[in-house]
């Protein structure tokens, strides 16, 4: 039988440091990856598989869906030289990244991201 947890606070033992429970719902990345330039993924919370779709081309599905496709993706892409990625599209069960490099081409990189946003 699952049990529940109902607290307004989390605070620590000393109850120095609190903090509501809507800023632990709504200020934390509700997913996360760290890829390989053929969107293999090395690590990962909340994405259930990455896909290669061509050159500097990427898609992340999501292991629990967002509410909507109003979500925030940032990330940070390359090895050792300086690339772009940028968010193409969002659904609610997945999104799609190109990376590019300065002069703006696309390219294959190491890729990683953060999404923020409400699940479903």
Do not use: H
Request: proline residues 1%; hydrophobic residues 30%.
């Amino acid at each position: 039988m699952a049990s529940i947890l109902r607290v307004n606070t989390l605070t620590d033992a000393s109850s120095n440091n609190s903090v509501p429970m809507a800023t632990v719902n709504q200020g934390t990345a509700k997913a996360w990856y760290l890829a390989s330039n053929s969107a293999s993924l090395t690590d990962s919370f909340n994405i259930s598989s990455g896909s290669d779709g061509g050159t500097g081309n990427y898609t992340y599905n999501y292991s629990n869906a967002f509410s909507n496709a109003n979500y925030s993706v940032s990330g940070v892409c390359g090895e050792g030289s300086i690339f772009i990625m940028f968010n193409s599209s969002r659904a609610t069960g997945s999104s799609n990244n190109k990376v590019g490099n300065t002069s703006g081409s696309v390219t294959d990189a190491q890729n990683t991201g953060q999404i923020n946003g409400d699940l479903a």
